[in-house]
């Protein structure tokens, strides 16, 4: 199994609601990863989580809380997002270590709006 | 930044025809990964060659890394309709395997 999946598919909402982006894999992956894309640019990278902890927080503001309860899940919780939060936030998945090249699985990302 | 740049940023070709996509970047690397993503889809990975490596294959798929120069190319051979997509390259730092950078990205539209 290879697949990263995420919910929900799509999220509209407004500026005071509290909502979170879920992700989970099955493939022992030790590190698993945040990222937004906004239209037409590449994916840029909020957070990487490593057995289970925080290791890189790209400066990410702190209306994007991230919690890695176990090694398969992986959330996000927005609050207080801004209609410029609108993109799509894509989970992804890899070996972890300290040595090697690993290969990051993606998964089809949640499409959010905010109004 | 370490984000790579990508040349050119869209590209249109007949089907059955090679498509050849470039990736430059800054700072030394680890390795050199490239993705693929349908519109508005996540990303798939493609093919992955490490900086000590100078050439990979995968089916249709060949790529180059000339670090001497800091660039990549992909190149797909036999193109299908199917492969249009956006083409991604993403380094890996040196000793710093888990983040990777994305580069700016290749449009491709293969005309059926």
């Known amino acids: 199994d290879t697949e990263v999946t995420q919910t929900p598919k799509h999220l509209v909402m407004g500026m005071t609601n509290k909502k979170s982006l879920k992700c989970e894999q099955h493939?022992?992956?030790?590190?698993m990863y945040w990222y937004k894309q906004k239209a037409k640019k590449p994916p840029e990278l909020m957070f990487v989580?490593?057995?289970?902890?925080?290791?890189i927080n790209e400066s990410v503001p702190s209306r994007f809380s991230p919690e890695c309860p176990n090694s398969s899940l992986l959330n996000l919780h927005l609050h207080a997002l801004q209609p410029e939060d609108s993109a799509l936030y894509l989970c992804?998945?890899?070996?972890?270590?300290?040595?090697?090249?690993?290969?990051?699985?993606f998964g089809p990302g949640t499409r959010l709006t905010v109004l | 930044s370490q984000q790579g740049e990508e040349d050119p940023q869209a590209l249109s070709i007949q089907e059955g025809e090679n498509a050849t996509m470039n990736c430059s970047y800054k700072?030394?690397?680890?390795?050199l990964q490239w993705y693929r993503q349908n519109s508005g889809r996540g990303l798939v990975h493609l093919i992955l060659?490490?900086?000590?490596?100078r050439e990979k294959h995968s089916g249709r798929l060949r790529v180059t890394l000339d670090t001497s120069k800091k660039s990549s190319s992909l190149l797909i051979t036999a193109s299908r309709a199917a492969d249009t997509a956006s083409y991604f390259c993403?380094?890996?730092?040196?000793?710093?395997?888990?983040?990777?950078?994305f580069g700016t990205g290749t449009k491709l539209q293969v005309i059926p």
């Open positions: 992804a998945s890899s070996q972890a270590g300290t040595s090697g090249s690993h290969t990051q699985y």
């Open positions: 493939m022992g992956h030790r590190a």
């Open positions: 989580y490593s057995y289970e902890k925080l290791s």
């Open positions: 700072t030394s690397i680890n390795n």
């Open positions: 060659i490490r900086s000590n490596e």
């Open positions: 993403a380094t890996g730092l040196l000793g710093g395997y888990q983040k990777v950078t």
